[in-house]
Each structure stands twice: as C-alpha cells, then as structure tokens.
C-alpha cells in the first residue's frame, strides 16, 4: 500500500513538472526598410510589377514597396533632387529611418547622385543596380545630341566623370551590382562594374529581361533583406 501511495505521489510530481502553459510565439517583427524601385530610360514604372508582386508573396507589406517614376529626359541630377524628395516622403509616410534602392538601366545614376551629392548615404542602406551603364554605354550616342540624359550617359561625359571621381560607392551602404553577358545595351564588364560593390553576373538575359528573370529577383530580395 505504501509502494502504490509512493508511486502514485512520484507520478504526480511528474506530471505536474511536465505541464506547460501553451502560449503563442511571438510574432517576428519585420525589420525590412522600404524598398524604392527606379526604372531606367524611357522606362515606366509597370515595369517592376513582377519583383514588386514576388516581394509581397514573401513578405513584404504595399507600405513597403514604392516605385519611383520620373521624366527620362531630364539631367540625372535634376531626377536626383526629385528622388530625395520621394524618399523624404517614403521615410515620413513609413517611420522607416532609411530604404532600399533597387534601379534599372539609367535608374542607377540618379540615384548614385543622390547617394553622392544629396546626403543620401545617411538614408540609404542597400543599393542594387540591374544593368547599370555606370561607366557610361555607347548607345547613349543616339540621342546625346538631343536629350541631357543621354549626354550624361555616354563614357566619358563630365556627369559620370564627376560620379566615379573619388569614391564611387560613398558612405555605409552596401552596393550591389548585377550584369548580364548577353546585355546588348549596355557592355556587362566595362559599364555596369563599379568599384566598391559586390558586382554579379547573371545568366544570359536580356537588357529589359533582368528586371522580371526569377533567379535575379530572387537574388535581389535576398540583398536587401
């Protein structure tokens, strides 16, 4: 009798022991920055519809993503200011305290002057360029004579003279480039590097195909994540 009594106590000693309050996990907070997306030349901003719509299936809110148009014929800076705008507007909307950028083609340099010239580093914390001319691209030479943009944008002009001069990836934020060996618009190699940033090379893809490839937009979320 005793034995039964003992046993029965030491069993209900154990199951107590093992009797855990059932709580719900936390739930994990979303710490991502906003992400602005800024089309290239002549772009629009429908674009970024493929990117934008995978970045919601993983996670992200519509408060989060914002796509930046603008006037292509504009000088960079000029789309600069404007951009720095858009951002003040982004962070103040948001209470974020900095972005994301994600660009495509031209998008790349206007805000690389914003990042530069227009005290965008203390906003910005990844920046992602997709088939960037940021060296310049001969096609420019088409247009140059009559679109401010397209002077900009072909080698050697004093606007990207003055971008590359110095330090060309200022500031604490990563810098990400990505290229394409069967870019026909812009040279993958001798344009699209910059110095400073992790530069990648996808598969071979069109120019205006990088911004909706599965594999780049994959590779994209996971940088400014």
């Not at 009594?5 to 022991?17: E, G, I, Q």
């Not at 950028?101 to 965008?120: A, E, F, Q």
């Not at 004093?158 to 026909?184: A, H």
């Amino acid at each position: 009798m005793r034995l039964r009594r003992a046993l029965a106590s030491l069993s209900a000693l154990v199951a107590a022991a093992l009797v855990v309050p059932l709580t719900s996990a936390p739930a994990q907070a979303d710490t991502s920055e906003p992400v602005v997306f800024i089309h290239g030349f002549a772009g629009k901003s429908g674009q970024f519809s493929t990117m934008t719509s995978d970045f919601k299936a993983n996670g992200y809110s519509d408060d989060q993503l914002h796509v930046f148009g603008y006037n292509s014929f504009r000088s960079n800076a000029t789309i600069a200011g404007q951009l720095s705008d858009y951002i003040d507007g982004v962070l103040a909307r948001t209470g974020a305290g900095k972005v994301d950028i994600v660009t495509h083609s031209m998008g790349g340099l206007s805000s690389r002057y914003y990042l530069k010239n227009l005290g965008g580093t203390a906003r910005v914390d990844d920046w992602v360029s997709l088939g960037g001319p940021n060296n310049g691209t001969a096609i420019a030479g088409f247009c140059s004579f009559l679109i401010t943009s397209c002077k900009e944008m072909r080698a050697g002009s004093g606007f990207l003279n003055q971008l590359n001069s110095g330090d060309p990836t200022p500031g604490n934020v990563s810098y990400t480039t990505f290229r394409s060996p069967c870019d026909l618009v812009i040279n993958p190699v001798s344009s699209t590097i910059l110095s400073g940033a992790d530069n990648r090379k996808t598969a071979c893809l069109g120019h205006i195909g990088m911004i909706s490839n599965g594999g780049v937009i994959d590779a994209v979320r996971n940088v400014v994540r």
